[in-house]
């Protein structure tokens, strides 16, 4: 098996005396899609900021030399009613990119961005129209490996699914490494090649069909989720 794209060992994260990960371990594989699951406060969102090195950490995180990362947040602190365009957004990041107008053309026709999409303001987008933003800014300077912290949160059912079927199509047809932080088990379930969970300190790390269980699912969130039901219809 080639180099991992990402090798983690013994990763710990504490804030004062409060253990949020321990003594965690993993691998990241070019053509993955792993899955991060747990209940709140398990430390996935930590976990991903602990991958970018902007937190404190003790262990070791390792990326490969040919890992080019784009993250997605679950959130962004910025002020949306803001005068500023779509275009004006990615062109802020292509210039410190030097990347030239055809990249951020390339990836708005691979989001299916319309120029009058790209011309409306920020404060006038809808929650999943504001998320395919966050992705387009993601992928400007051709990342091969993308971080999404939970990119459904706060969104409707059906912008949901649109949402995750896009983080599919990065994963299926454009062969972008994923690391998916999702609340979502039948998502887990459906789109993820490994699943690795966070509880109260423990972790488990596999295949979706050995992770996914009633009594795995019972053991990390204390009890069996409300998803079960909509994974075993699919």
């Not at 965690?24 to 070019?30: A, G, I």
């Not at 896009?166 to 379930?189: A, C, E, F, K, R």
């Not at 966070?198 to 019972?218: D, F, N, R, W, Y």
Request: glycine letters at 8%.
């Amino acid at each position: 098996m080639a180099d991992p794209l990402l090798s983690v060992r013994n990763l710990g994260v504490a804030f004062g005396n409060r253990v949020v990960l321990r003594q965690l371990s993993f691998e990241v594989h070019s053509g993955d899609c792993l899955a991060i699951i747990g209940p709140n406060g398990a430390g996935k969102t930590v976990l991903l900021k602990a991958l970018q090195h902007l937190i404190p950490h003790q262990g070791e995180i390792h990326w490969s030399q040919e890992a080019r990362l784009g993250y997605v947040p679950q959130s962004v602190a910025a002020d949306r009613q803001l005068p500023l365009k779509v275009r004006e957004l990615l062109a802020a990041k292509a210039g410190v990119l030097h990347l030239s107008d055809q990249e951020i053309l390339q990836v708005s026709s691979e989001l299916n961005l319309s120029p009058e999409f790209l011309s409306a303001g920020l404060g006038t987008l809808s929650g999943g129209q504001f998320q395919k933003v966050l992705i387009a800014f993601a992928l400007l300077g051709r990342p091969n490996m993308l971080l999404f912290d939970e990119p459904t949160a706060s969104l409707d059912e059906l912008t949901e699914e649109r949402i995750y079927e896009l983080v599919h199509q990065l994963h299926s047809q454009n062969g972008i490494t994923v690391i998916l932080v999702s609340h979502d088990l039948s998502v887990v379930y459906r789109y993820a090649s490994r699943v690795l969970c966070l509880s109260k300190g423990k972790v488990c790390v596999g295949a979706p069909k050995e992770i996914l269980t009633p009594e795995m699912l019972g053991a990390l969130y204390g009890a069996p989720p409300k998803y079960y039901g909509h994974i075993q219809e699919h």
